[in-house]
Antibody
Framework: EVQLVESGGGLVQPGGSLRLSCAASGFTFSSHWMSWVRQAPGKGLEWVANIRQDGSETYYVDSVKGRFTISRDNAKNSLYLQMNSLRAEDTAVYYC??????????WGQGTLVTVSS | QSVLTQPPSVSAAPGQKVTISCSGSSSNIGDNYVSWYQQLPGTAPKLLIYGSNKRPSGIPDRFSGSKSGTSATLGITGLQTGDEADYYCGAWDSSLTAYVFGTGTKVTVL
């Protein structure tokens, strides 16, 4: 069974940093693109970033470029999102997603990040 | 800011049909496949349609997808109370080099 389990969310002050993790199991992690998608309270989905199977390519939504870094450790079957210079508008549930754009598409349960003083 | 536009809400009686539109541009829908997701309250999104018109195994054929030019459509027939959810389209945007989701549509079963 495919499982994606996010962790690392919590309350952080504006300007602070947080590192999210996503532990993957039940599939060959190193064979699939991975993404982070977020959803602000009561709002729609917003794609944040993705990373190629070997980590050689990464892409970001404009609003997080220069502040967030996506990375992966295929030996540990783990995905990460380093978030720096956090702003109130980064408050959201952050989902880990494994998707190749075809029928292989799985999501974690999400972890809540709250940016507030 | 979403670049794919969906109607905020659609509704119909049980057993009826609804369609949800997703309007984009040549750099996203016009150039790439569209996916559709269903998000039930308090849960993670679930893939309904990929490749613009393909259903993953386990998704009933009541759900269908189509694409024409820079627009896509999700159809739901035989509407059930369990279909009440938010629905999102999504596609890669070749110009932005980013994935974009639609604004989302809430389906209500009357």
């Amino acid at each position: 069974e495919v499982q994606l389990v996010e962790s690392g969310g919590g309350l952080v002050q504006p300007g602070g940093s947080l590192r999210l993790s996503c532990a993957a199991s039940g599939f060959t992690f190193s064979s699939h693109w991975m993404s982070w998608v977020r959803q602000a309270p009561g709002k729609g989905l917003e794609w944040v970033a993705n990373i190629r199977q070997d980590g050689s390519e990464t892409y970001y939504v404009d609003s997080v470029k220069g502040r967030f870094t996506i990375s992966r450790d295929n030996a540990k079957n783990s995905l990460y999102l380093q978030m720096n210079s956090l702003r109130a508008e980064d408050t959201a549930v952050y989902y880990c997603q494994s998707s190749d754009g075809d029928n292989f598409d799985y999501w974690g349960q999400g972890t809540l990040v709250t940016v507030s003083s | 800011q979403s670049v794919l536009t969906q109607p905020p809400s659609v509704s119909a009686a049980p057993g009826q049909k609804v369609t949800i539109s997703c309007s984009g541009s040549s750099s996203n829908i016009g150039d790439n496949y569209v996916s559709w997701y269903q998000q039930l309250p308090g849960t993670a999104p679930k893939l309904l349609i990929y490749g613009s018109n393909k259903r993953p195994s386990g998704i009933p054929d009541r759900f269908s997808g189509s694409k024409s030019g820079t627009s896509a459509t999700l159809g739901i027939t035989g509407l059930q109370t369990g279909d009440e959810a938010d629905y999102y389209c999504g596609a890669w945007d070749s110009s932005l080099t980013a994935y974009v989701f639609g604004t989302g549509t809430k389906v209500t079963v009357l």
